[in-house]
């Protein structure tokens, strides 16, 4: 049964979150635990209780990057083999960052082959120091790591599971904004696909009479910025996710000016 199992972790300013889901897209389990002093260390002992407490076995586990430590880069390369693809994203994406080559982990999507002969790709780079702190709180945790993977993608297969429950599909690119505690995640979607996302240090500590206007602002310079940019065709959606109360007053501003699914 434990090998039918995905087990995610997710580490953010103030939490640890680990949950597991089956083939299924279902829920097994799921725990939260407020991280009272924020070092590794000690954030691989809070990991290890939450699994050890629950008896968890941690099979397939998988560690979400958050956006902030990800450079996204979109790239148009001329031509449309794969293998060519591959060899010019190899040489272009280290002069769209701020990295030696050798100090970063670099990987890319094909978002679409266009007919004028170029191809867009969406290039993903994250530096080692990133990735090796993962490995570091994940074997304090005496836990076995399989796999790194972004934030985005983990909110886009979400997504994905939720539409497949749905008679009716979605057509064309949405926009999912992610409601943390203290910041939040904007993706672009589009089917199966990430067209672009941008953390935003705004969270739901934030929704008060004050600073809700600059949320509100950052919402709307990101969406400016994809349609400027031409990331993708017109949105047609909105999707909301954090708790109701969160959805409910971040809905009530927006959806003056947006068309919002809950």
Known sequence: MSKDLTSVLEITDR????????????????????????SDPEIAKVLSSMVTSARLKTINLVALIPRQFVILRHIHLPSHVNEEIEKMATLQIPKQIPYPKEDVVMKYAILKKESSGYTKILAMVVHKEVIERYLKIVKGAKLTL?????????????????ESKLEKKSVG???????????????????????????????????????TPKFLNEIAL?????????????????????????IRLLKERLESQHKIRR
């Open 15 to 38: 939490y640890v979150k680990f949950l597991q889901v089956n083939r299924q897209g279902f829920i097994a389990h799921c725990r939260i635990q407020e991280i009272t002093q924020p």
């Open 146 to 162: 399989n796999k790194l993977a972004l934030s985005s993608a983990g909110l886009l297969h979400w997504y994905l599971y939720e």
């Open 173 to 211: 690119p949405i926009a999912l904004i992610h409601l943390d505690s203290q910041h939040s995640e904007i993706c672009f979607l589009n089917g199966n696909k990430l067209l672009f996302a941008r953390n935003i240090q705004f969270g739901a500590k934030d929704l008060t009479e004050e600073h």
């Open 222 to 246: 990101t969406f400016e910025t994809y349609t400027k940019e031409a990331i993708d065709e017109a949105m047609t959606r909105i999707v909301l996710v954090g708790s109701v109360r969160e």
